[in-house]
Structure formats: C-alpha cells, structure tokens
C-alpha cells in the first residue's frame, strides 16, 4: 500500500491531498464541501489517526489548483464521483470508509450508489439522499431554504457580490450559517485563489446538466447518515426520507442543535459515530 501521499492524478488532473495516520491502517476518505477544504477535517483526521487509521482527506475538483478547469460541465456529479475513485486506487485500498460533509456527502452518495464494492461504508453528514432532497423541494420549506443554489446559477454575480468588501460579503453569509468568524475567514481566504471561486460555484451551475433520474438508486452500502436539527439549508423533510432509498444497513443519528457545520462544531461527537460504525463493519 502507498503511504505518504500529497498528490494523486486522474487523467490531466492532479489533486492536493492530506494522507494521515499509519500507512498501513484501514482507510478513510474524508470529502469536504462548498465553500470549505480538507482542513475542515483536522479535528476529525486527530481522533481517528489516533486510534490507527489512515485519513484521506482530498481537496477535490475546483479545490486543488491542478484540478480546476473551467467548464461547468465538467463538474457534473460523474466525474467528481469518478475523482474519488481514482483516490481509492490510489490508496492501494480494496475497501475504504467514506464520509462527506455537505457537496462531499452529495458525492459520497454517488459514489456508494455507483462503486459500492469499493467501500466499508459509507457516511454522509448533513446532504440527505439526493432523491429525498429533489422530492424535498416542492413539497415542503426546503425548496426555500435552497434559494441559494438558484442565486448561484447567475453567472458572475454571485462571485462579485460574495467578494465584494474583501469576501465580507460571503463571511457574514457563513457567520449567519453559525460558521465562527475565524473559520468564515479560513475558508473565503482560500476562495480568492485565482479561479477558485468561480470552480466550486461550478459544482451547483453543474446540476442542470445532471440527469435527475440517476439520483434515484437505493444504496447497499451500510450507511449512517448523520444530520443536525438546526441546520437552517438542509431541513427535516429530506432528513427523515432517506431510509426509503437505502436497502442495505441504515442508522440515522440526528445531533441536537447542532449547526451544518458538524465536523468542526462537534468533533468529538461525530468522531464518536463514526469510530462506532467503522468497528462495526471492518474493511478486511
């Protein structure tokens, strides 16, 4: 098995990547979402290395600098699914954990519904199946709650607006999230990257393109599926649909009051879950 990796190419792409942990424990694949990267995972990468596994946490398409073209097209779900798998490949793994936060649940999914033989299990915390969230739209709040991702299919406003006053814009959109202002400024800091923004922006201008009938899929991977109550973008509709679209092993864990941003808010606990679950289902 390769160890020490910070790189890994899919065709003319090369992504960035954090591989912590001994080289030769079961690995994690930690995906990280909008507008956050893969150090949204340190405080989860610290309590699982400790106790022997191997984290791979990607920044992923648009993320990475050397994975960052400029087509909108070329971020539709397939291909950030097939970014994954190439990082699984190249972990020298048969078998990985997979967790995602927010987009990198929305990929998580995908990649459970289309590689389950590559995966342990899978984990994505607060993005509901992307079936119960499409059926979630029109028939109950979250279609207004998601208003955003109809702002961010504009072209070139919404940059210029979540820019504007040196990203104090989009800071005070993430502080209103519940986000801490130190880490609303870790993460729109690294959006001023030339082309970053407009990159993962692309990730939601992409979701036209998709084919709607591909998100139905029941899942065979034992799943948990983790969401918090006071996440003001993902609501409770979507949340209790999701065990209609898995067949195999289903736990849901609700965290009370939490916020969208589980991984940073409550380490520990979700840390907790997610050490639980894996014992539960060896990847050998």
Not at 68 to 79: F, G, H, K, S
Not at 99 to 120: I, K, S
Request: net charge negative; glycine share 8%.
């Amino acid at each position: 098995m390769l160890s020490g990796m910070d790189q890994y190419r899919r065709d003319d792409l090369v992504f960035d990547v954090r591989d912590a942990g001994p080289p030769d424990g079961p690995v994690v694949v930690l995906l990280h979402g909008f507008p956050q990267r893969n150090t949204s995972w340190d405080a989860i990468i610290e309590r699982l290395t400790a106790q022997g596994y191997r984290c791979l946490a990607p920044n992923q398409r648009g993320y990475s600098p050397g994975a960052r073209p400029q087509r909108r097209r070329d971020y539709r779900l397939p291909e950030l699914i097939a970014d994954v798998g190439a990082l699984i490949d190249a972990s020298g793994a048969e078998r990985v954990h997979l967790v995602g936060h927010d987009w990198g649940a929305a990929v998580a999914w995908g990649v459970a519904a289309e590689m389950p033989e590559r995966l342990a299990t899978v984990t994505p915390v607060s993005v509901p199946h992307p079936a119960a969230f499409l059926k979630a739209i029109p028939t109950s709040r979250q279609g207004l709650a998601s208003w955003y991702m109809y702002f961010f299919q504009l072209p070139w406003l919404p940059e210029r607006l979540l820019m504007s006053r040196g990203g104090g814009v989009a800071k005070a959109s993430l502080t209103r999230m519940r986000q801490t202002p130190a880490l609303a400024e870790r993460d729109i800091s690294a959006m001023q990257e030339p082309g970053a923004l407009t990159a993962g922006l692309n990730w939601y201008r992409a979701m036209p393109l998709m084919d709607p009938r591909a998100t139905g899929g029941k899942i065979t991977v034992p799943t948990m599926f983790v969401w918090s109550d006071d996440d003001p973008a993902l609501l409770a509709k979507g949340a209790y649909d999701t065990e209609r679209y898995v067949s195999g092993e289903y736990r849901f864990e609700i965290m009370s009051g939490a916020s969208h941003w589980i991984p940073e808010e409550r380490p520990d606990e979700l840390a907790g879950l997610l050490l639980d679950w894996f014992a539960a289902h060896p990847t050998a």
